[in-house]
């Protein structure tokens, strides 16, 4: 069955691509890789596991982030989100037979991840989501599939360069981030704010002197202002994203490992990340290799 | 009298009637837009603490909200002292500052206790909202710690809203110290 299903892709791909410029009617207007979806999918799964009710149900929910270009974001006009976090979550989706269209995206913020997954308002969370030790105790984070670090995003004329120049600037990240506390522990002074776009525009206003996150995500900012913002430091954190599933369900995280790995080898991993992350000009990295499960 | 009369009425009408949060944004956001930074406080030492830019803004919004509360506090205090007592003031022959000061504020003041008192408290709860406006306050702090130790998030939601609760308290029952202590028997 799998093997089938890889051999079938490459074909496939080639046609699903020749074919997506004519637009058909299940796509729902984003320009991401396109990914197979797998047949009777459900009689993959043994009895009980929450990947054959899923199936079963053609349904599946999945939180993503909103605000985050290149990593997950939706404009006010877009019918789904566009970003390396969706296209992950198609490639899961696609492997219990459920097409893009039948996803149901969730908008989830750094604060409710956590709730969402334990009151079961979503079954997966693909949300920049970094793995801890703390978050692992209460849900179920299975991966990494990406790994990023943190970096500085500054006006084009700055003269912070290196980390040590942040010391006594004024340094803007989202409320509450791990981005803001490990800046704060570089001597700078943290300001927070309620989303990464109104953090960027003190940038450009001048109200604050650089930006900090993952640097995923201000790559994408980056590329969307060329002209007066640059993205400096070489990363000085590790952030690994994981795809966090419910405590309830312990059987998806190797359902989750296996999915991606599958797409590691066969390249669906490199293409989800070149219409994504990649299109800010970033080579695409060596997929990392993912943490066993417990 | 009568242009600062209705300058205070316009006052207190744009700040009342409009919610804090659009304040916060218009300092915090469309300010630096415009040009203004405020970066000029920046050289302001207060004791060995740097005045920021983004604590002054913060506090310029909060100050503008809450004056207009203050504002209509005082009024209703001075509004809660009878007529009768102005005019027999002015019957013994008190110019209007004497009358003001020796007869109607003394009133006023006692009655401003509780509204003001309330303000106070909606002042202080306010201050939050400058968590989401680069102020790094309970709140953000509460956010920060709350994403750091994800498996302890009830608790430290407790516990800040406990922090909350006995802030405010404070708050009440100096305020209630304060009016017993003043009051008049009538």
């Given at each position: ?11 496939a791909?080639?046609?699903?691509l020749?074919?997506?410029a004519?637009?058909?009617a299940?796509?729902?207007g984003?320009d991401?890789a396109?990914?197979?979806v797998a ?7 043994d009895?009980?596991t ?6 079963e ?10 605000d ?9 006009t ?11 979550g198609?490639i ?10 039948d ?8 604060t409710?991840?956590?709730p ?5 308002e ?22 990494p599939?990406?790994?990023t ?14 980390l ?12 509450g981030?791990?981005s803001?506390?490990?800046?704060k ?16 525009d ?13 640097g ?11 002209d ?16 966090g ?7 998806m ?12 080898e066969?390249?669906l991993?490199a ?14 990295p060596?997929p990392?290799q ?5 | ?27 915090a956001v469309?300010m630096?837009k415009?040009?203004?930074t405020?970066k000029?406080?920046?050289?302001i ?11 002054f803004?913060s506090?310029?919004a ?39 000061r ?5 009133q006023?003041?006692r009655?401003?206790i509780?509204p003001?008192t309330?303000v106070q ?7 939050s ?8 306050e309970?709140?953000?702090t509460?956010?920060?710690l ?6 302890e ?31 008049v028997?009538?």
């Amino acid at each position: 069955m799998r093997f089938t299903r890889t051999k079938a892709l490459a074909v496939a791909t080639g046609l699903a691509l020749a074919l997506a410029a004519c637009g058909d009617a299940g796509d729902d207007g984003d320009d991401g890789a396109d990914v197979d979806v797998a047949e009777n999918a459900a009689d993959d799964f043994d009895e009980g596991t929450r990947m054959k009710a899923l199936a079963e149900d053609g349904k599946i929910r999945i939180g993503v982030k909103f605000d985050q270009p290149g990593i997950g974001f939706k404009g006010a006009t877009d019918d789904a989100p566009r970003g390396f976090d969706p296209e992950i979550g198609k490639i899961l989706a696609a492997d219990l037979g459920i097409p893009a269209s039948d996803i149901e995206w969730v908008e989830t913020v750094s604060t409710n991840r956590e709730p969402f997954l334990e009151q079961g308002e979503v079954d997966l969370v693909i949300a920049s989501y970094s793995i801890t030790d703390e978050r692992r105790k209460v849900v179920g984070q299975a991966g990494p599939y990406y790994v990023t670090g943190q970096q500085l995003l500054v006006r084009s004329d700055s003269d912070i360069e290196t980390l040590d120049d942040v010391k006594g600037t004024e340094v803007c990240s989202v409320t509450g981030s791990t981005s803001l506390d490990n800046i704060k522990a570089e001597g700078a002074k943290p300001r927070g704010f309620d989303t990464y776009s109104e953090c960027v525009d003190q940038v450009l206003d001048g109200a604050v002197d650089a930006m900090t996150t993952d640097g995923a995500i201000l790559l994408g900012y980056a590329a969307e202002n060329p002209d007066e913002l640059k993205v400096v430091v070489d990363p000085f954190s590790e952030e690994r994203y994981g795809v966090g599933y419910s405590l309830d369900h312990p059987e998806m995280c190797e359902w989750i490992t296996d999915t991606l790995e599958d797409a590691q080898e066969d390249g669906l991993w490199a293409d989800a990340f070149e219409s994504t992350l990649g299109e800010s000009g970033v080579e695409t990295p060596e997929p990392p290799q993912m943490d066993a499960c417990a | 009298m009568s242009i600062l009369n209705k300058a205070a009425a316009l006052y207190v009408t744009l700040f009342r009637n409009t919610p804090l949060l659009m304040i916060f944004i218009f300092m915090a956001v469309a300010m630096p837009k415009l040009g203004y930074t405020f970066k000029v406080v920046e050289g302001i030492e207060i004791g060995g603490w740097e005045v920021s830019a983004f604590f002054f803004r913060s506090c310029l919004a909060l100050t503008l909200y809450t004056s207009a509360f203050v504002c209509e506090a005082m009024r209703s205090g001075v509004n809660a002292v009878p007529l009768g007592q102005a005019e027999a003031g002015r019957a013994v022959g008190l110019t209007f500052i004497q009358s003001m000061r020796h007869v109607v504020l003394p009133q006023a003041l006692r009655a401003v206790i509780p509204p003001l008192t309330s303000v106070q408290v909606a002042l202080l709860k306010n201050t939050s909202v400058a968590a989401v406006f680069g102020m790094a306050e309970a709140v953000a702090t509460m956010r920060i710690l709350t994403n750091r130790n994800s498996d302890e998030t009830i608790p430290i939601f407790l516990a800040f809203a406990v922090g909350y609760i006995i802030l405010v308290e404070v708050v009440s029952l100096t305020s209630y110290a304060i009016e017993r202590k003043v009051r008049v028997a009538r």
